[in-house]
């Protein structure tokens, strides 16, 4: 597997995230998924990441991706989710009534070493069925 780097690293960094909506409700269809679906690489790439695989399901968001070291899983999470459910509120004012926040405060965030993309690619497509 080929090494990212940076100035001063190289990396191989790959982090397998699992979120869902508030009450896991099913909100992330339709329109919103799609959006989404748009928002994520943008929103990965603005904090220095590369999505290497993505499933936005109605009731939760598979995503596989790659960040440099000095990048905390928590800290990606964080800034991920703020800056989805802004720009998803705003531009789907529906999603305001029914939930007070979009996000739920958990989720699954791991690392997957040197799994290889293929092979998170195929859990993730395999969690599509469920």
Known sequence: MDSKRTRHAAYHINYPFVECPKFR???LGGDV?????ALIPQIVKRNA???LDLVVQPEHVHRFASFPPPR?????????KGARSHQLRQAFPELKSPLPSLWTRRYYGGTAGH?????MRRHIDAQKGR
């Open 115 to 119: 799994v290889s993309p293929e092979t």
């Open 33 to 37: 998924g799609v959006r989404l679906t």
């Open 25 to 27: 409700r099913p909100v």
């Open 72 to 80: 905390a899983a928590n800290q990606i999470e964080q800034r991920i």
């Open 49 to 51: 990441g590369e999505v």
